[in-house]
Each structure stands twice: as structure tokens, then as C-alpha cells.
């Protein structure tokens, strides 16, 4: 017997979300991110999320790729490349401009990748590989759209501070009109692949959805960490 389709009164996005609604809000409100806002935040710690975050970009951009592969049609493929071009001249060129604080580009790339990047990123990739274009959009998701709401709130908070605050370019791409308009694009074009889902397929992308989330929670558990070996 072939198993109904779900009728969605949510978006597919809302769907996803409520099913981790406990670790979404985890992802959403860490400590880091709580320092990062006042300028509290070690500058050292902050070095080294900067260099895991570039390592997790470059292989988040073969994703996008890897999701253009996977697109059957010329608007997902087109949708997919957009993704990697925002990637490498949007999220990975922020980057490259901390060479002020003594990083370069070739630092950065040479660094040696985390346990926590290492697991999320090879994670991500598994589902590319072994899924569809949809199960790798929903990989994507969570870091997509999680720091779409972090910037969103912490330009909207009067208590973050920008002035003097060494991360105001951080708060201010991710914050900003470019950062949010893309994810917007995004989370509508994700939103367009939930009608008609069978339970068995929005069960996977759930559990999909929160295990990225969990490993975002894990990479913010890193970065106040810092660069300290885990044992």
C-alpha cells in the first residue's frame, strides 16, 4: 500500500524547525554568538572559528556544486551555481579580509581541520552522495538560514553594539540586505518542495534537518572552545 501524502498547514521550513524547535533555539542563541554581539569575544577564539569556518565554506561550496549535479532541471542547476558564486565572493571573500588581524589566505587554508568540521562537513556530503537534490537542500538549510536569523536579530537588538565592536563586519554581512534577500530566495525555493511529500520522505528530511542542526550547535561549542585538542 503506497503511504498518503502529507498535507502541509505548515511550511515545509516550519515543519522542519518545529521538529527541532529544542535545538534550533540552541543553535540560535549560543554564548558565542552572545559574546560575538557585545564584542566581549575572545579575539583568539574568534581567530579560530574564522579558520574552521573557511575550511567548512570551501567544503559547503562543493555541496552547492554537488546539489547542482543532483538539480533536473536548468532552474535548480542555476539555483545550485548562484549558491556557490554567493559562497565564494560573499561568505569565503569576508574571510579573506581578517588578513588585517595576521591571517592570510594561505593560513587559512592550511589550518588543520577540527573534529567538529570534519564531522558536519563529511556529514553534509554523505547525503549529497547518497540522497537527492532535496535531501542536500535540507543539509544545507540550517546554516543557511540559521545565520540569516542571527544576523537578522542581532542587527534588530538594541543591545548589540557595534560601534568599536571588532565583529561588526561579521554582524553586518549576515545582518545585511545581501546576506538576508538571499535567504529569503532561499527558504522559498525550499518551501516550494512541500506539497506532496509522502510522511516516510518528510521523516528523513527532519532527521536530516536536525542532525545538521545538532552539528551547528557542536561548531559553536568549538569555536568557545577554541583551539584547545578534544581528547
Known amino acids: 500500500m503506497v ?3 502529507i498535507k502541509q498547514e505548515k ?7 518545529y521538529a527541532c524547535k529544542d ?21 583568539e577564539k574568534f581567530r ?7 575550511l567548512y565554506l570551501l567544503h ?5 556544486a554537488l546539489m547542482a549535479y543532483k538539480g533536473e532541471t ?11 558564486l554567493w559562497i565564494t565572493e560573499g561568505e569565503l571573500e569576508l574571510h579573506r ?10 593560513e587559512l587554508e592550511d589550518s588543520e581541520e577540527s573534529i567538529e568540521c570534519i564531522a558536519y562537513t563529511r556529514y553534509m556530503k554523505d547525503v549529497g552522495m547518497s540522497g537527492d537534490y532535496l535531501d ?36 553586518s554581512m549576515y545582518g545585511g540586505e545581501g546576506y538576508q534577500s538571499s535567504t529569503v530566495e532561499f527558504v522559498e525555493k525550499l518551501n516550494s518542495y512541500g506539497e506532496g511529500l509522502s510522511k516516510k520522505k518528510l521523516d528523513k528530511l527532519k532527521f536530516i534537518f536536525r542532525e545538521v542542526t545538532r552539528l551547528e550547535v557542536a561548531f559553536w561549542d568549538m569555536g568557545m572552545r577554541g583551539d584547545k585538542k578534544v581528547k
Open 136 to 171: 542536500l537542500m535540507i543539509a544545507i538549510a540550517s546554516c543557511y538560514i540559521g545565520y540569516g536569523e542571527i544576523g537578522q536579530r542581532l542587527l534588530a537588538d538594541e543591545k548589540t553594539i557595534l560601534e568599536g565592536n571588532p565583529y561588526k563586519e561579521w554582524i
Open 74 to 84: 536548468l532552474e535548480e542547476i542555476q539555483f545550485a551555481l548562484e549558491g556557490t
Open 3 to 5: 503511504a498518503p501524502n
Open 97 to 106: 579580509q581578517y588578513k588585517d588581524w595576521g591571517i592570510d589566505t594561505h
Open 23 to 43: 535545538v534550533w533555539h540552541e543553535y540560535t542563541h549560543p554564548e558565542f554568538i552572545d559574546q560575538l554581539q557585545d564584542g566581549s569575544l575572545d579575539i
Open 60 to 64: 559547503y561550496t562543493r555541496c552547492f
Open 48 to 54: 579560530y572559528y574564522l579558520k574552521q569556518d573557511y
Open 11 to 17: 511550511t515545509l521550513l516550519e515543519e522542519l524547525k
